[in-house]
Nanobody, 119 residues
């Protein structure tokens, strides 16, 4: 299983970035997918999830600013990040897993991509 994340970089506050995560080695369409982030000195946190049925959930701090989506034809999940803030600075990771009720359980992880929000 490989999850290849890309799209990170340096952006000014208020700017936008779109992260992509291309999956291989799994039946993508039946998997729930997630984006996580880890800032220096902090624990990794779950930012957004999308079920195989395309239902989405977000951590409160990104609601209204971030959008998770998936393209099953391309085996890819995206994270559109708008109105970025310095506190969004972190390494972002994608995962593939299962959703059971309200909970998401990651099974496979991609490498991280660094997002830096700074003027």
């Amino acid at each position: 299983v490989q999850l290849q994340a890309s799209g990170g970089g340096l952006v000014q506050p208020g700017g936008s970035l779109r992260l992509s995560c291309a999956a291989s080695g799994i039946i993508f369409s039946i998997k729930a997918m997630g984006w996580h982030r880890q800032a220096p000195g902090n624990q990794r946190e779950l930012v957004a999830t999308i079920t195989r049925g395309a239902s989405t959930e977000y951590v409160d701090s990104v609601k209204g600013r971030f959008t998770i989506s998936r393209d099953n034809a391309r085996d890819t999940v995206y994270l559109q990040m708008n109105s970025l803030k310095p506190e969004d600075t972190a390494v972002y990771y994608c995962s593939a897993g299962v959703d059971r009720g309200r909970y998401y359980y990651p099974e496979h992880w991609g490498q991280g991509t660094l997002v830096t929000v700074s003027s």
